[in-house]
């Protein structure tokens, strides 16, 4: 189990580490409520100048909600929020709103325009961008530049929302699960064009339940339940605060007691799961042979065995115990 993860490293030895140093989003104590529903509960966050930044967390714990906010698109309920040094509900939040691009996790765009004539409308909305043109080839819509949108595959229409996004030559760059539902290949593309962003000077928010998607694209990640962040840090370091470097999963017909496995030499933790057992370890190669004889030695027959690198979904299991992906 994780302790206290959030408190292990300051905030500017971690800007420092990444190579950061100002800070493009804050916001402290932020509440946002509904009706019964506490939505974010006092949510304390900073996103610094130029990294990618991945909030991360399962169905329902508040991070679309938290972006919309960050964004400038719902009110928030207490709290302050500043983005690029500035907070929402000034004279100045048009001059802001040229400043980000959002891409939200539905983009309805209209169907009959084409690729061109919708990034073009999205152009318009702007006082400074990039060139209609220039935005199609960055996100590798050449050829589909004359069809209409309703026409365009779900990885082609995910590009071309980034597109809309990417138009005004935002600094900063909301992603909300840009990549859900399409498949490998689209996903790279995609990932391309956010790492290009984040190469010219720009600074990425991106809310995701892939992991290799995170651990890929992010700079840092904040794991977010029940409107909180509970865990933050860069990908190795959440990692490697779970003690150890596999996960060792395994289902038997016999009840077995968790303080024989947690007795296992090699093993860190054990969680009890409805399809079976879950074993965090720190070497392998003596906590295997080592289950295999305490089985043995039970008369335990050993249904389903699978072992992986330890990774930022099982961070979150081991704080929450539930999956990312749970609703």
């Known amino acids: 189990m994780l302790v206290n993860p959030t408190s292990t490293v300051h905030p500017a030895s971690v800007a420092s580490a990444i190579g950061k140093s100002s800070v493009a989003l804050r916001c402290t104590a932020l509440v946002k409520r509904y009706?019964?529903?506490?939505?974010?509960?006092?949510?304390?966050?900073?996103?610094?100048?130029?990294?990618?930044?991945?909030?991360?967390?399962?169905?329902?714990?508040?991070?679309?909600?938290?972006?919309?906010?960050?964004?400038?698109?719902?009110?928030?309920?207490?709290?302050?929020?500043?983005?690029?040094?500035?907070?929402?509900?000034?004279?100045?939040?048009?001059?802001?709103?040229?400043?980000?691009?959002?891409?939200?996790?539905?983009?309805?765009?209209?169907?009959?325009?084409?690729?061109?004539?919708?990034?073009?409308?999205?152009?318009?909305?702007?006082?400074?961008?990039?060139?209609?043109?220039?935005?199609?080839?960055?996100?590798?819509?050449?050829?589909?530049?004359?069809?209409?949108?309703?026409?365009?595959?779900g990885g082609q229409k995910q590009r071309l929302a980034v597109a809309c996004a990417l138009v005004g030559n935002p600094d900063l760059l909301f992603l909300d699960e840009p990549t859900t539902g399409l498949d490998p290949q689209a996903r790279l593309k995609l990932w391309d064009i956010v790492e290009r962003f984040q190469a010219s000077g720009g600074t990425v928010i991106l809310t995701t339940h892939y992991m290799e998607e995170a651990s890929r694209l992010c700079d840092r990640v904040g794991i977010m339940d029940h409107g909180r962040i509970i865990a933050l840090g860069t990908p190795g370091a959440l990692i490697e605060s779970l003690g150890a470097d596999q996960i060792l999963e395994f289902s038997t017909r016999l009840k077995l007691a968790e303080g024989t496995l947690e007795l296992l030499p090699g093993v860190r933790g054990v969680r009890v799961r409805a399809e079976g057992y879950s074993l965090t370890v720190s070497d392998i190669g003596t906590a295997l042979p080592a289950l295999l004889a305490e089985l043995d030695k039970q008369q335990a027959e050993l249904i389903t065995l699978t072992t992986h690198q330890a990774t930022l979904e099982d961070v979150f299991v081991s704080l929450t115990g539930r999956m990312l992906r749970d609703a």
């Open 35 to 153: 009706v019964d529903v506490l939505a974010v509960n006092e949510l304390d966050l900073e996103v610094y100048t130029g990294e990618c930044f991945g909030l991360l967390g399962p169905n329902g714990a508040g991070k679309t909600t938290t972006i919309e906010i960050l964004e400038g698109l719902t009110a928030r309920d207490g709290g302050t929020v500043e983005v690029l040094g500035q907070a929402w509900g000034t004279t100045g939040d048009q001059a802001l709103r040229e400043r980000i691009g959002v891409q939200l996790q539905e983009t309805q765009l209209a169907d009959k325009l084409t690729v061109k004539e919708t990034v073009r409308l999205f152009r318009s909305f702007y006082r400074r961008g990039r060139e209609v043109d220039e935005v199609i080839r960055m996100v590798e819509l050449d050829e589909k530049r004359g069809a209409r949108v309703g026409k365009l595959s």
